[in-house]
Structures are given as structure tokens and as C-alpha cells.
């Protein structure tokens, strides 16, 4: 809102917070957070980076001595901040937040990122937009799936489309930047029988397809060839699959939500 202005102070573990005249680009010291203070605070030890969410209700910052990223709710009209709650490393499931040293937020509201640079990786978190509120979702970690350019990652960035599906990263000491698309599916297909049949008899077997992606997957369509030599008879739900030729059995499924499964 152009209104304040948030410097955190890795030394002194504070929020420093200044009012700005608009119109003049002057600002003044307004007051100041700190690690414990008057608010208890936990979590500001190295607090480093900072940002407020695109409605200006929240503020976050990641702190790299308390390895952790911390909530505030935040007051449009005075700039007054409300301290939430802390997100800390190896608690509550979530890893690889060592030397958290920036954050950033989706511009929809829906997830937040933040780097940490002791374990050469960055931290996703599904957020809730109302509450400010986050949920540890993954971490991604240098040297895994093919990735080799996270060591001593540093700044985190998301595009400006709502969903911000692209993330980009800086890292110190892999004197990179890289780029990560953000919108992913991951549909898993298993097959399943408790049948032993013999030559010339039924079989039957079960498709299960799930969406195992961290975004809803649509325009989902199975495609079910039968071995050579069978001959198809019946597929449930008929509503949703049909037989071709060629032996194929055809599923037209639509969308899964994640971790969601037909």
C-alpha cells in the first residue's frame, strides 16, 4: 500500500517498520519487533528475508540463525503487526529450512516459498489465503531429480501470473539461476487382480489412477490396451469408458484434485 516500510535487522533480530509519505517518498521510524519482546516472539534470530502478501493483510520472514519463517498478520490502516506463529525446521514435518534467508508468495495467495541455504534447497508451503496460515507441502533439495544448481540458494522470486507458475532462484555457490514450473501433475496408474485364472477364462482386473501432482489434473483419459489374444468384455463404470477397436478400453475420467483417486 506504499504506506511502510519493513527492514528486518539480522543482527539485532527485529522487523524495523517506517511510515512513507506517498506523495513525498519521505519516510520516519515507526517501531520496531523484536525476537521475544513485548509480543513473544519466537523465530527472528538472522531475520532476513521479508514480504507481505499481495492483499496486504500478512507479512512473513525468513530467519536464517532460527532456521525458520515467521506469520504476522498485519493492520492495513496503522501497519501494526500481529505475530501468528513460527514455522521451524525438523518440527512438524518440515525440512530443509536451514539458514532461511528469503521468501516469496504466489500472487493468488495460495502458496508460499522460502530458501534454505545450509541445505541447498528451497521449502514449499500450501498458505491460506484468509487465515495466513501455512502447510508444509515439500521441500526440493539440490542434488535430487536431476537438479544440480541449488547450492547456497539465496533469493526466490515467483512470476507475476496468478498462480505464479514459474519460480526462479539464485544460488550463491552453484553461481546460478534457475527455473522451476510450479504448476505439476503426477498421475500414477496401478493395476490390481486377486485372480489366478486359467487358459479361456475370465479375468479381472481393477485400473486404479491417481493424482499424485501438487495441482488439480484435468482432461484426464485412460487408455487400457488389452494383451494380444484376449477379447474384452465388460468395463465399469460404463458411464465413463467404452470398448474400441483394436482391443482398446478408453476411460474419459476428467479431473482428480490431489492425492485424489478413481
Same mark, same amino acid.
Given at each position: 500500500?506504499?504506506?511502510?516500510?519493513?527492514?528486518? +535487522?539480522?543482527?539485532?533480530?527485529?522487523?524495523?517498520v517506517?511510515?512513507?509519505?506517498?506523495?513525498?517518498?519521505?519516510?520516519?521510524y515507526?517501531?520496531?519487533?523484536?525476537?521475544?519482546?513485548?509480543?513473544?516472539?519466537?523465530?527472528?534470530?538472522?531475520?532476513?528475508?521479508?514480504t507481505?502478501?499481495?492483499?496486504n493483510a500478512?507479512?512473513?520472514?525468513?530467519?536464517?540463525?532460527?532456521n525458520?519463517?515467521?506469520?504476522?498478520s498485519?493492520?492495513?490502516?496503522?501497519?501494526?503487526?500481529?505475530?501468528?506463529?513460527?514455522?521451524?525446521?525438523?518440527?512438524?514435518g518440515?525440512?530443509?529450512?536451514?539458514?532461511?534467508?528469503?521468501?516469496?508468495?504466489?500472487p493468488?495467495?495460495t502458496?508460499?516459498?522460502?530458501t534454505?541455504?545450509?541445505?541447498?534447497?528451497?521449502?514449499?508451503?500450501?498458505?491460506?489465503p484468509?487465515?495466513?496460515?501455512?502447510?508444509?507441502? #515439500?521441500s526440493?533439495?539440490?542434488?535430487?531429480?536431476?537438479?544440480?544448481t541449488?547450492?547456497?540458494?539465496?533469493?526466490?522470486?515467483?512470476?507475476?501470473?496468478?498462480?505464479g507458475?514459474?519460480l526462479?532462484? +539464485?544460488?550463491?555457490?552453484?553461481?546460478?539461476?534457475?527455473?522451476?514450473? +510450479?504448476?505439476?501433475?503426477?498421475?500414477?496408474?496401478t493395476?490390481?487382480?486377486? #485372480?489366478i485364472?486359467?487358459i479361456?477364462?475370465?479375468?479381472t482386473?481393477?485400473?486404479t489412477?491417481t493424482?499424485?501432482?501438487?495441482?488439480?489434473a484435468t482432461?484426464?483419459?485412460?487408455?487400457?490396451?488389452?494383451?494380444?489374444?484376449s477379447?474384452?468384455?465388460?468395463?465399469?463404470?460404463?458411464e465413463?469408458?467404452?470398448?474400441e477397436p483394436?482391443?482398446?478400453?478408453?476411460?474419459?475420467?476428467?479431473?482428480?484434485?490431489?492425492?485424489?483417486?478413481?
Amino acid at each position: 500500500d506504499s504506506r511502510f516500510i519493513y527492514v528486518t +535487522t539480522k543482527t539485532t533480530n527485529a522487523i524495523a517498520v517506517f511510515a512513507r509519505d506517498p506523495e513525498r517518498g519521505e519516510i520516519a521510524y515507526d517501531r520496531m519487533y523484536t525476537n521475544g519482546g513485548e509480543q513473544n516472539i519466537t523465530g527472528l534470530n538472522g531475520a532476513f528475508g521479508v514480504t507481505i502478501s499481495a492483499d496486504n493483510a500478512y507479512l512473513y520472514v525468513a530467519s536464517e540463525n532460527s532456521n525458520a519463517m515467521v506469520a504476522f498478520s498485519r493492520n492495513i490502516g496503522t501497519g501494526e503487526l500481529t505475530y501468528l506463529r513460527v514455522y521451524l525446521n525438523d518440527f512438524d514435518g518440515i525440512v530443509d529450512l536451514s539458514g532461511a534467508s528469503a521468501v516469496a508468495l504466489t500472487p493468488n495467495g495460495t502458496r508460499a516459498y522460502v530458501t534454505g541455504f545450509n541445505d541447498n534447497a528451497f521449502v514449499v508451503f500450501d498458505r491460506d489465503p484468509a487465515t495466513g496460515l501455512l502447510n508444509f507441502k #515439500q521441500s526440493v533439495k539440490n542434488n535430487t531429480n536431476d537438479i544440480s544448481t541449488l547450492e547456497g540458494v539465496t533469493a526466490i522470486l515467483t512470476s507475476p501470473d496468478e498462480k505464479g507458475e514459474f519460480l526462479y532462484t +539464485t544460488a550463491r555457490l552453484s553461481d546460478a539461476v534457475s527455473v522451476f514450473s +510450479t504448476i505439476t501433475t503426477d498421475v500414477e496408474v496401478t493395476m490390481t487382480s486377486d #485372480q489366478i485364472v486359467a487358459i479361456n477364462n475370465p479375468l479381472t482386473y481393477t485400473l486404479t489412477v491417481t493424482n499424485k501432482g501438487l495441482e488439480s489434473a484435468t482432461g484426464i483419459t485412460l487408455i487400457d490396451t488389452l494383451p494380444f489374444g484376449s477379447q474384452f468384455n465388460t468395463v465399469e463404470p460404463a458411464e465413463l469408458c467404452n470398448s474400441e477397436p483394436g482391443g482398446k478400453v478408453n476411460c474419459v475420467l476428467g479431473s482428480l484434485e490431489p492425492e485424489a483417486s478413481t
